[in-house]
């Protein structure tokens, strides 16, 4: 590895604690927040990341399933959310989640992201029928399904506590959650981005439970809009104390906010140097977190590939049928295939590893092989 030059002064007492494995405070992610040295950050970032994994770069074969756009929150960061009788709203018919599943199956999934709007009308009984019928179908596929914000949801419409909400969907099929919705915790920025939604606490607590029961979940963090330096550390030490006390989060994607079709769309799009300092500072914040991705979609094939040197392990997966950035302006593909994650990550030195949801290792000469190279996203919408 080539040697660590501060060009910031600032930099070196956060540097010292980092090459000798302490824990970094608040005051240090503000240093590193405040600091242009993105070299140096990402130096720094990049030793946890290799002591952590060497030079594997994981990956995973999955598909996106957005069952209903409908949502009754109207967050002003998202462009996805629609009423029901909105243009382009719509909600998916039980078969025809299905038939995205076998068409995942076909693709070779191991995994199915599921995640969608708070709907008005569809009962909590829809999401355990639509999660035990993906299980009868798609027996070895790992159901990643629902954020914290719709376990709150799904708590409220069917008068459940949180845990029991839990339990049923645990029950009916999730093997664990998304990381989705976390936003920034502090009240001041939720009021603005996001007031409908279950409070920080709120989102932290069922994160807890989750845990608590057996899911583990994934962890996010949207940056790039309102929020300020202090409220971004805030976030992430809120989430590395919760890391400390249940050890349930597997992964903590940084998420750069997309403004196009928000109510936000006056604010600039976030650079390709906020989006580095942003892994590489999680990356040095979260030491209790063994996983850090850089999702493609959101971070561009191009910036997420640089990112495997500056903190991130994981380029997330194949995805297939993404609706949340593209309704705000993502540019990015639908679908990377396999064979061009490999060759993103090979170009970066790092060695591609296909995982599952959890990160075991995957070996796909015990599967059979998957159908066709080319997903169908042709099925239509129930609008
Ligand atoms: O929950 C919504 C955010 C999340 C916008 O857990 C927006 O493995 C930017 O959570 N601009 C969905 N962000 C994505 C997500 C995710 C993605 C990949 C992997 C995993 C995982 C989770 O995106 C939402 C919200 O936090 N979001 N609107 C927007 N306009």
Redesign the pocket.
């Known amino acids: 590895m080539a040697e660590l030059i501060i060009d910031d002064a600032r930099l070196k007492p956060v540097a010292e604690k980092v090459l000798a494995g302490e824990r970094l405070g608040f005051d240090d992610g503000i240093a590193l927040y405040r600091s242009p040295d993105l070299l140096a950050i990402g130096w720094l970032a990049n030793h946890v990341r290799e002591k952590r994994h060497g030079n594997i770069c994981y990956f995973n074969i999955n598909r996106h399933i957005n069952p209903t756009n409908v949502c009754v929150a109207h967050c002003r960061?998202?462009?996805?959310g629609r009423s029901p009788d909105a243009p382009g709203a719509y909600t998916f018919a039980l078969e025809e989640i299905f038939a995205r599943a076998e068409q995942g199956i076909r693709e070779g999934a191991t995994e199915f992201?599921l995640?969608g709007g708070l709907h008005p009308d569809l009962p909590f009984q829809y999401f355990l029928d639509l999660l035990r019928g993906l299980k009868q179908r798609c027996p070895g596929v790992h159901l990643?399904a629902f954020?914290m914000?719709e376990v709150g949801y799904f708590a409220r419409i069917a008068k459940l506590s949180i845990r029991d909400t839990l339990l049923a969907l645990k029950e009916a099929g999730v093997d664990s959650l998304?990381?989705?919705?976390?936003?920034i915790f502090n009240p001041r920025v939720r009021k603005v981005i996001c007031d409908h939604k279950v409070s920080g606490q709120q989102w932290l607590n069922i994160a807890r439970t989750a845990h608590q029961i057996g899911l583990r979940s994934?962890a996010?963090m949207?940056y790039g809009h309102i929020e300020t330096e202090e409220e971004r550390v805030e976030h992430l030490l809120l989430l590395r104390e919760l890391q400390d006390e249940t050890r349930g989060f597997v992964?903590f994607?940084p998420?750069?906010?997309?403004?196009e079709n928000?109510a936000l769309s006056h604010l600039p799009k976030t650079t390709g140097f906020a989006d580095l300092k942003n892994i590489a500072i999680s990356r040095l914040l979260l030491d209790n977190f063994d996983h850090i991705?850089a999702?493609w979609v959101?971070l561009t094939p191009k910036i997420a590939q640089i990112a495997l040197r500056f903190g991130a392990d994981d380029m997330?997966g194949t995805v297939v049928e993404e609706k949340?950035?593209h309704d705000?302006g993502a540019t990015t593909a639908q679908f990377t295939p396999r064979a061009e994650l490999e060759r993103l990550i090979r170009e970066a030195g790092r060695v591609p590893v296909e995982r599952d949801t959890l990160y075991g290792p995957i070996d796909r000469s015990k599967m059979p092989p998957p159908a066709g190279p080319r997903p169908d996203v042709s099925l239509t919408l129930n609008v």
């Open positions: 960061l998202c462009a996805f992201h995640v990643k954020t914000v998304p990381g989705g919705g976390a936003e994934n996010t949207l992964a994607i998420l750069a906010f997309h403004p928000t991705k999702y959101m997330d949340i950035y705000a």
